[in-house]
Antibody, heavy 118, light 107 residues
Framework: QVQLLQSGAEVKKPGASVKVSCKVS????????MHWVRQTPGKGLEWMGS????????FYAQNFQGRVTMTEDTSTYTAYMELSSLKSEDTAVYYC???????????WGQGTLVTVSS | DIQMTQSPLSLAASVGDRVTITCRAS??????LSWYQQKSGKAPKLLIY???SLQSGVPSRFSGSGSGRDFTLTISSLQPEDFATYYC?????????FGQGTKLEIK
């Protein structure tokens, strides 16, 4: 059974960076890609990007290019999403999720609230 | 980027009602369309993948249809636990964009 356990809530100042972790169990991290999705307060879901450890390929949505880095540490079964140059508009819940073969996201972490405030 | 447009954005219905939510893609996405249910404070839950395939463990009152650009999610007989927000998502071409969401409320 695939489980994704995310790191706890963070409070950051504008301009800082945040690194959210997603520890996996029930499967081998290198078997599939990891996707990241965020949800700003009271709003919908926004797909941020994905990292595929099988070939090291990343795809970042245009809104985040230049500010986001997705990585994995296979020794600790943990995926990471780092977002830099934080703005108040980045206040959101960030989710990691794993895909089925055709791309739908069938396993999700519990979410990590990142608050950006001066 | 492919734009996903859901309608309606909100819907009030009663227990036992049949409900349909639609999702239109800005270009063809074949059958690379998923539906999710999200309850307040929780992660989204996959209901339907590949436009019409029911995810394991999801009640059979949920069904999906469509291909190309137009898709529907149908709940055949609403149950109290179905009141939530529903999202569609395309996985045809990255970025894998979501619809705006449809909030289903009790009438």
């Amino acid at each position: 059974q695939v489980q994704l356990l995310q790191s706890g809530a963070e409070v950051k100042k504008p301009g800082a960076s945040v690194k959210v972790s997603c520890k996996v169990s029930g499967y081998t991290l290198t078997d599939m890609s990891m996707h990241w999705v965020r949800q700003t307060p009271g709003k919908g879901l926004e797909w941020m990007g994905s990292f595929d450890p099988r070939d090291g390929e990343t795809f970042y949505a245009q809104n985040f290019q230049g500010r986001v880095t997705m990585t994995e540490d296979t020794s600790t079964y943990t995926a990471y999403m780092e977002l830099s140059s934080l703005k108040s508009e980045d206040t959101a819940v960030y989710y990691c999720a794993t895909p089925r073969a055709e791309g739908s996201l069938d396993n999700w972490g519990q979410g990590t609230l990142v608050t950006v405030s001066s | 980027d492919i734009q996903m447009t859901q309608s309606p954005l909100s819907l009030a219905a009663s227990v036992g009602d049949r409900v349909t939510i639609t999702c239109r893609a800005s270009q063809t996405i074949s059958s690379y369309l998923s539906w999710y249910q999200q309850k307040s404070g929780k992660a989204p839950k996959l209901l339907i993948y590949a436009a019409s395939s029911l995810q394991s463990g999801v009640p059979s009152r949920f069904s999906g249809s469509g291909s190309g650009r137009d898709f529907t999610l149908t709940i055949s007989s609403l149950q109290p636990e179905d009141f939530a927000t529903y999202y569609c998502q395309q996985s045809y071409i990255a970025p894998y964009t979501f619809g705006q969401g449809t909030k289903l409320e009790i009438k």
